[in-house]
Each structure stands twice: as C-alpha cells, then as structure tokens.
C-alpha cells in the first residue's frame, strides 16, 4: 500500500460526522458547567466567529468547510514531504558523514590539548631555572661589588705612598691624599673590629703613612704659629691660610690626639701673648691722646663758679671747663655715627696733635677688641671644631690675660673719673657692642661685658649722688648776688638731665629715672631756696618761671617732648606763671580786682541784699582805671620785657596777664550791672569801652 493509501484510509478514519452535534448541550462526564461556560465564551470573543454572527453564517455548516480546507492544506503537505524524501534521505546521510569527520576533529584537537599541556609545564620549569639564573647572578654582582670595594679600600696604591712621602703638606695634593689615607685608616679598625685576616698584609704601611702624615702636619701647623710671632705679622691673613687647612687637625684628632693638643697649646699660648702684648701697648697709647682737662671731684653741679678760682687758674676757664662736663653736645656721636667707625690709630693722632674724651677712646679700644674677639672666637670655633663651654674655654685661655689687664686698667680710670656723662656713655656703648656680638653669634665677651658694666654703674651712681649732695647742701646765701636770671646751677642740672635722658631713651634703664628723679627733687627744692632769697613775691617768681623755662626748653630740645621731668617743669611753669599774672595785674589794678574777688561769689549765691554798697570805692576804683589804665598796660609791658630772658616766654606771659586783665574787667563791668550796682548809671558812664581795651591789648602783641 502506498503512502496516499494509507493517508486517505486515515482520512475516513477520523472524519466524523458531526451533523448531529448540538453544540449548546453539555456532556457531564466532560466539562463541568464552569469550563463549558469559559469555552463558550472564549469561541464567542473570536473575530471569525463575531464577525460569523454578524453575517448570520450558520455555524455548523462553517465549521465543516474550515475542517476542509485544513484536510486539503494537511494533504498538500503531506505530497509535498513525499516529493522531498529523497533530499531528506540524502541530507541523512550527509549528517552521518559530517558527524565522523567531527568525531575525528576532536580526537585530534584533544591530541593537541595534551600536548599543549606538557609544552607548558616545560615552559614554566624553564621560567623558573630563569629566575634562579637571574638571582644567581645578581649575588654574583653584588659580592664582586663588595670584593671590588673592600680591594680598593685594602689596597695601598703607590700614589698615596708618594704623595704622604714627598708632597709636602702646604699642597692640595696632600689634603685629597690625606683624605684617602684617612678612609684606609678608618677601614682597617673596622676590619681589625671583625677580624678580617688581611688587614695584617697592609696595617705596617698603613701605620707608617699615618706616621708620616702626623709628622709633616705638625711640622706645618707649628711653622705657621711661629710665623704670628714675628713683628708685624698679619696674623689675621694667617689665620684664614690656617682655615683652609683646618681638616689637618681634624685628622690629628681623629688619629694622634696628643700631637693636637700639642697644637692647640702652642696655638693658644702664642696668641694670648700677641693679644696681651698688642692690648697693653695700644691700651698705653691711646690713654696719652686723652684730654689733659678732665672733670675733678671739684666739677659738681651744686659748685660755685668761682670755687676753682686761683692765681694761675682765671674763673673763665674752670667755667668752660665745667659746662663741659654736664654737657652732652658731640660727645653723643660715639653711640651713632661713629659706633662702628675704625679704631683710632694713636701714631696718626699723635702727628696732628689729636685729643679725645675719655668714651670716645674707651669706645675705640672696645672696638678694636670687638673686632678682634669676633674674629678669634671664630677661628677657634672653626679651626679646633669646639662650640658652647668648650670653645668658651679655649677663648678665654688665648684672650684672659689680655682681657684682665683691660679691664683692671680700666677700673682705674673708671674710679678716678667724676665725669658722669662719660661713664654712661661708655656703659651705652656697651650695650650697643653687645647686640653687635650678638649679631655676629659671639657670645664670648658676656662675661667680660658683665664685669665692666658692674664697674661703670656703681660709678655713674656715685657720681650722681656726689651731685645730688652738692646741690642739696648748697647754700644760696653764700653763691654771691643772684639776679632774677636762669642760675648756672640749674642749668647744669638742665643740660645734664637732658643728656641722661636722651641717651637713656634708647635703651630705658629703670634705676636711671630713679636716681634722675632725686636729682630733680633735690633741684626744684634748691629753686625754692634760691628763690626765697628775694625779698619780693614777685622776683621770687620772676626767677622761678625762668629757671623753669630755661629747664624745660633744653629738657624739650634734647629729649622727647613726654618725658617725665618736661611734664613736671611743665606743670611747675603754668602754675608759677598763674600766680606771677596775678602779682603782675596787683599794682595797677589790685583794687578792681579785689572787688570782683570780694563781689562775686555773693551774687552768684544770690546773696546781692546783704552785699554793702560802698559807692565812694567804687568812684575810687573806676575813675583810677579810666585814668591809668593804659599806663599801667605799658608798665606791664616794660617789666615783662626786663623781667624774662626767653623772649617767646615773655610774650606768652605777656599775652596772659593781658588776657587776665580783660577777664577781671568784663567781670567788673558785669557785677556793676547787676543789682544793688545797677542803679549807679552815673559810675557806669565812666566805664571804659571793654572793646577799647581790648584794641590796645592787641598793640603788645608784637612787641616779642
């Protein structure tokens, strides 16, 4: 039977006949009613079947002719699988075929996979005999670098033999070869400390060429310390040519000590002779250049003038001299501008007959040792390798003597001077040298600076007291006649107070404006006595305010105008000054001004009923105004004039008393115009136009 046979035999088989099949009944042993139902409606949601409903198609009979059409579509498909079965067949085969070839392939790539497989277990065996060869040879490397390195440093090359031998030890040559014997030198005692067996083939010629090289070292060294003893030698160029060989003594320190101690002594010994021998010479010299006029214990403030006064010693001269002392003037230039200037070159003062004070010399032989100390400690510090107590040791062996004897010279002339100014020079200098050291990183000369200072401020503090006492135990009686001028003795006070001050101002010492502050007391109480040696209140204050002016102008020249005493002085003027427009005004217009005093107070109590009219004092007081009082201006005017020296005091006194009289008589005019006064119009008429008053005033203004 063929294949369509048996297709058609399968078609009457399964074709049914479903005429008879009602499609709204439901078979219980199928469906349940619920599945019936979703059937149902899924069959109605169909398009087909909408769209079926919508036409009026009967359903049976669309039905059986799609079961056609799938039949007929089902029977073309079958034909068209019986036409091809040959090509299946065919592919079948070919499929077969391909899945030997496959099969084959796989064989091949797993026999591939093997030997891949043992390629790399070669390669990696190889990697690792590469990384054993590599570390091999870089321990290889690294012991012929050490070998190599331990070689040459064993090794005594015929150079260095020569060079240590026959170079001699002022040549660049020697210092590299010294240094390379040095290295061996270390290297051996490294080696020896390991007992390494061939540091016994070289240590002989190693010991030998240290020998060598410690034995022209000091032979150098020691020739140029002996050259700074020769006269004249610039030991200071020696000492730099000695710098440039300072690894020499390192190399004496590290390897033979005892020969750098030698050194070092004779180093030490040879200059603390030179420093000795030049300090005390140039010390000696300068002394001679100094004034041969110096203050005495007689140059005091609280001294006459006259005290000095002898056959062969004229007055004019001792007062010269004593201004001087108390003076300031150029002396100040040692602080400033000549601080830092060369030191003095006695020879060359000498020649031209030069003169100094006593801090200008003391100011050069401190610079000379300030530029000589700096260059010394220096030089030990960088030569001998030393800092802190250790250079301070080594400096003070080679400068003690030479500083002990300046400074034992000094106390001498530190103890016979009564200069005041010049001893607190001298310690400002000090402090001016010490911030310079500090500069410079010397701190060598602290205590040196410390001993001396110890000796000048005791001094400068006698010398004030000595003052201060003078002054306090003058009598003014006995200083001859006294006029109401600015006193010598106040003026000394003001010159020298203005001195300290000025200097001090730099550097404020507290103890300085205590014993200054003493000093003033003692002065103004001086003032007081000298001005009760006049039998006027008026003199008395005339000579007060211009000594008080005289001070405050040379205190406001020299110092800062808030320093303590200008304020002070300052004070003691304005309230000498009120009181000398009051005494001034009293002989010309005492009376009026004693009615205003007397008047007064009452009416501003309101007290003007118990006040007495007296009518024919008032007449006295008015008409003896109206009549004098441009005389009495003028008088004013001309005793103001001989009175005061400084003339622009004068004129502010002046222009005070004038004020003070406008004051009184505006007052004056004020009261008589209040009750009970004001009914005196007659006495007012005569009053004089406060205004013409006042036109008059101002022709005095320009009479200083």
């Not at 079961?67 to 065919?90: F, G, M, P, R, W």
């Not at 030991?235 to 020969?259: G, I, K, P, W």
């Not at 214990?297 to 002898?310: H, I, P, Y």
């Not at 001195?499 to 730099?506: K, Q």
Request: glycine residues 4%; contains cysteine; proline residues 2%.
């Amino acid at each position: 039977m063929s294949a369509a046979e048996q297709d058609d035999d399968i078609d009457q088989e399964i074709n049914l006949d479903l005429g008879e099949l009602d499609i709204t009944s439901v078979e219980d042993d199928i469906l349940d009613v619920s599945e019936a139902a979703g059937h149902i409606k899924a069959n109605l949601d169909d398009e087909r079947v909408q769209e079926a409903l919508k036409k009026g198609v009967d359903l049976r009979q669309y039905a059986r002719q799609m079961e056609d059409e799938l039949q007929k579509v089902e029977n073309a498909s079958i034909n068209d699988y019986i036409k091809s079965s040959e090509s299946i067949a065919s592919l079948h085969y070919q499929i077969h075929a391909c899945d030997d070839i496959l099969e084959r392939m796989e064989q091949m790539l797993s026999s591939f996979q093997a030997d891949l497989g043992s390629i790399s277990s070669e390669i990696q065996s190889l990697q690792e005999q590469s990384l054993s060869m590599n570390v091999q040879l870089k321990n290889r490397q690294a012991v012929r670098s050490e070998i190599s390195q331990f070689v040459d440093d064993m090794f005594v090359n015929d150079t260095l033999v020569k060079v240590m031998c026959d170079v001699p030890a002022s040549e660049q040559q020697f210092v590299e070869q010294l240094h390379e014997l040095d290295h061996k030198i270390n290297f051996l005692k490294e080696q020896d400390f390991r007992e390494a067996m061939s540091v016994n083939d070289v240590h002989d010629i190693v010991d030998k060429l240290k020998i060598k090289a410690v034995t022209k070292i000091r032979e150098y060294i020691k020739l140029k310390i002996s050259a700074f003893r020769r006269p004249m030698a610039n030991y200071q160029v020696m000492q730099n040519t000695l710098l440039n060989f300072r690894y020499y003594y390192e190399f004496l320190m590290a390897h033979h000590r005892e020969t750098a101690h030698e050194i070092r002594t004779d180093y030490v010994d040879t200059m603390g002779k030179i420093y000795f021998s030049y300090f005390k010479t140039y010390y000696g010299r300068l002394m001679k250049l100094q004034f041969e006029e110096v203050a005495t214990k007689d140059d005091l403030m609280g001294v006459e003038d006259t005290a000095k006064r002898g056959f062969f010693n004229t007055a004019s001269r001792v007062a010269r001299n004593r201004t001087g002392v108390f003076t300031l003037g150029d002396r100040a230039c040692v602080l400033t501008t000549e601080l830092e200037d060369p030191a003095i070159v006695p020879h060359s003062a000498q020649k031209v007959e030069k003169r100094f004070s006593f801090e200008g010399l003391f100011r050069s032989l401190h610079y000379a040792l300030l530029d000589n100390v700096s260059r010394e400690y220096l030089f030990v510090v960088d030569f001998f390798s030393l800092s802190g107590e250790n250079a301070q040791l080594v400096f003070n062996a080679i400068m003690g003597k030479a500083l002990t004897f300046v400074l034992r010279n000094l106390e001498t002339n530190i103890e016979s001077s009564f200069d005041a100014i010049s001893i607190f020079l001298c310690n400002h200098i000090l402090y001016r040298y010490e911030a310079v050291l500090k500069r410079r990183n010397v701190p060598s000369l602290a205590s040196y600076m410390q001993r001396l200072q110890n000796q000048l401020w005791p001094r400068f503090e006698m010398i004030v007291e000595l003052n201060l006492a003078s002054i306090r135990d003058c009598d003014p009686s006995k200083l001859g006649h006294i006029d109401i001028r600015p006193h010598y003795i106040t003026r000394r006070y003001a010159e020298f107070s203005a001195a300290i001050v000025g200097v001090n101002e730099s550097q404020p010492q507290y103890k300085v404006l205590d014993l200054l502050g003493r000093l003033q007391q003692e002065v103004e109480n001086f003032i007081l006595r000298m001005a009760a040696e006049f039998p006027g209140r008026k003199e008395q204050l005339v000579f007060l305010i211009n000594n008080y002016d005289m001070m405050l102008a040379v205190l406001t020249e020299r110092t800062s105008d808030d320093s303590k005493e200008s304020e002070s002085f300052q004070q003691l003027l304005n309230a000498r000054t009120g009181e000398y427009v009051e005494e001034a005004l009293a002989p010309g217009f005492g009376g009026m001004m004693t009615f205003v005093k007397d008047t007064e107070p009452a009416l501003e109590r309101g007290q003007a009923s118990r006040i007495k009219v007296d009518q024919a004092r008032l007449q006295q007081i008015v008409r003896g105004f109206s009549n004098d009082w441009k005389r009495n201006i003028d008088s004013i005017n001309q005793d103001v004039m001989r009175s005061f020296s400084n003339f622009k005091n004068g004129q502010g006194i002046l222009q005070a008393v004038l004020t003070q009289l406008i004051q009184y008589y505006h007052r004056f005019t004020k009261i008589l115009s209040q009750p009970p006064f004001s009914s005196m119009a007659g006495l007012r008429s005569q009053l004089v136009n406060i205004h013409h008053i006042m036109v008059e005033v101002k022709k005095h203004r320009t009479q200083f």
